[in-house]
């Protein structure tokens, strides 16, 4: 399965700033998403990182709020912007790998993100 | 949207004894997944599922996809200290844009007492 790293690991920021994490994976894929994981919750998709084009987000996110970037198919970037405390959250990045004909999702190890 | 049921919510279990968890939901899914997530990591996918019925292991694990599509459950047996983690069911859907999607159900977390 493909190997996928996300920086930072984890981050505390003041409200009102920005954050812009990244995702790297080691091999080309076509399809990458983002995720929230609220404290002891489970996981929500944000969007679906599209390269080429605008990201397609879920119910309940914008895009002013989490702007997305996809320039290349191993590489994404999902900024959290005007951070609040309720933006805390663990935030991760996965990737969809077709290599074997089927659609697993692997993930990055998460960006823990804490808001003062 | 969909919405995936997963209990129980914890587990406190003796070391050696096998261990069950399941999700349901109301809607179909083309795929069902089981990830385990460890404290600090992102969810490790343990076992997918593709066909109604399907039953599959992966070493101590067993997993089986409902024959209506629409739950799944996960066994462990002979559970080890690093079995402790949270669990979580996921389900595939082809979401109205055309691709490919998963929802996750609500994480068993599981705790074992040596």
């Known amino acids: 399965s493909a190997v996928i790293s996300q920086k930072p690991s984890r981050d505390i920021c003041q409200r009102g700033t920005s954050l812009t994490i990244q995702c790297q994976v080691d091999?080309?894929?076509?399809?990458m998403f983002w995720y929230r994981q609220q404290p002891g919750q489970s996981l929500t998709l944000i969007a679906t990182?599209?390269?080429?084009?605008?990201?397609?987000?879920e119910s309940g996110f914008v895009i002013d709020k989490f702007p997305i970037s996809r320039p290349n198919l191993t590489f994404s970037t999902l900024t959290v912007s005007n951070m609040s405390p309720e933006d805390s959250s663990i935030y991760l990045c996965?990737?969809?790998?077709?290599?074997?004909?089927?659609?697993?999702?692997?993930f990055g190890p998460g960006t823990r993100l804490t808001v003062l | 949207g969909q919405q995936l049921n997963q209990s129980p919510q914890s587990m406190f279990i003796q070391e050696g004894e096998d261990v069950s968890m399941n999700c349901t939901s109301s809607?179909?899914?083309?795929?069902w997944l089981w990830y385990k997530q460890e404290p600090g990591e992102g969810p490790v996918l343990l076992i997918a599922?593709?066909?109604?019925?399907e039953l599959t292991s992966n070493g101590r694990l067993t997993a089986q996809f409902g024959i209506t599509r629409k739950d799944s459950f996960l066994n462990i047996s002979a559970s080890i200290p690093s079995d402790v983690g949270i669990y979580f069911c996921?389900?595939?859907?082809?979401?109205?844009?055309?691709?490919?999607?998963?929802?996750f159900g609500t994480g068993t977390r599981l705790t074992i007492i040596p």
């Open positions: 996921a389900g595939s859907y082809i979401s109205n844009f055309g691709n490919e999607k998963l929802t």
């Open positions: 091999s080309q894929v076509t399809m």
């Open positions: 990182a599209n390269q080429g084009s605008e990201a397609t987000y």
């Open positions: 996965s990737v969809e790998d077709l290599a074997g004909g089927n659609n697993e999702q692997f």
């Open positions: 599922l593709y066909k109604a019925g």
């Open positions: 809607s179909i899914f083309n795929t």
